[in-house]
């Protein structure tokens, strides 16, 4: 099939453009000025070569009629959208402008979801994000060498009600504990900042909790988490990550799990009651 790629930032999307090629599609991607690596102009260039055209964030019309043209009537979402730049105060096209003028709030799940249904009334219906990465979503139970202790377990116990609690509200997925109190709540800075802010405040010892949202929409903003997310950790003193298993997107496979093991830190798939995954 020609399948759309609309591209933000990270690894994401050069993973599915790889995963779709695998499975014989043709792409079409959509790359975001002021989010996407040039870097994935290069990866568009492979075999097949897929083509690529670069739009600005606020430029929804365009990139309806750049997918229709290709014929594309299946799109995935891959890669971050910074939330500032949501509100950076960019010029709307007269789509995003119409899309804007309905919403009720701006947070994530009003304003992605309202772009999915203007996708959808033009003939593009939204993927599952994760849908040719199906592999490295993360699987449930200790996915490290190294258990969590049993301090680090009542961290972790204590701070799914939270998380659980924020994620419902669609303020971020992650929050950062220490001896059972939240020292910092992501909102919009991303996990990488919220970790650092939580070291700062707290020093070693912390433990994160990134979680999905009660209600998790795969076709977008997935959590996601990578070795960049154990760098924070470790110049952060945190020890313990705990993840949603077969929701959270980990973008370096089984090197994520290696590098943790490396740094002695420990990683945990947590069974949400949906969830019938097996430990790695």
Not at 31 to 56: N, V
Not at 93 to 98: A, F, M
Not at 269 to 280: F, K, M, Y
Request: proline residues 4%; charged residues 25%.
């Amino acid at each position: 099939m020609r399948l759309g790629l609309i591209a933000g930032n990270g690894r994401f999307p050069f993973l599915v453009l790889e995963g779709a090629r695998r499975l014989g599609h043709d792409v079409t991607i959509i790359a975001l000025r002021e989010e996407t690596s040039p870097a994935l102009e290069a990866a568009a260039g492979g075999d097949p070569p897929a083509d690529l055209h670069w739009i600005s964030l606020w430029q929804l019309g365009k990139c309806i009629a750049i997918l229709r043209d290709a014929g594309v009537t299946r799109a995935v979402m891959a890669g971050q959208v910074k939330h500032p730049k949501i509100f950076s105060g960019g010029v709307p096209d007269l789509t995003t402008l119409t899309v804007l003028r309905r919403l009720k709030t701006r947070n994530t799940d009003a304003l992605i979801s309202a772009v999915a249904d203007v996708l959808a009334d033009h003939g593009i219906e939204l993927e599952n994000s994760t849908m040719f990465l199906q592999q490295l979503l993360a699987r449930s139970g200790v996915l490290t060498g190294r258990s969590p202790t049993e301090d680090e377990r009542a961290d972790l116990e204590f701070g799914y009600r939270i998380a659980d609690a924020i994620a419902g509200l669609d303020l971020g997925q992650t929050i950062v504990v220490k001896d059972r109190a939240v020292v910092a709540v992501e909102a919009m800075e991303g996990t990488d900042v919220v970790i650092a802010r939580a070291g700062q405040l707290a020093g070693a010892g912390t433990r994160v909790v990134k979680v999905a949202k009660p209600a998790q929409d795969m076709r977008f903003d997935v959590p996601v988490v990578g070795i960049p997310t154990l760098s924070a950790m470790r110049a952060a003193g945190a020890t313990v990550l705990s993840v949603d298993a077969g929701m959270t997107l980990v973008l370096d496979g089984d090197a994520f799990y290696t590098q943790a093991d490396v740094e002695g830190l420990t990683v945990v798939g947590r069974a949400r009651p949906d969830d019938h995954g097996s430990d790695r």
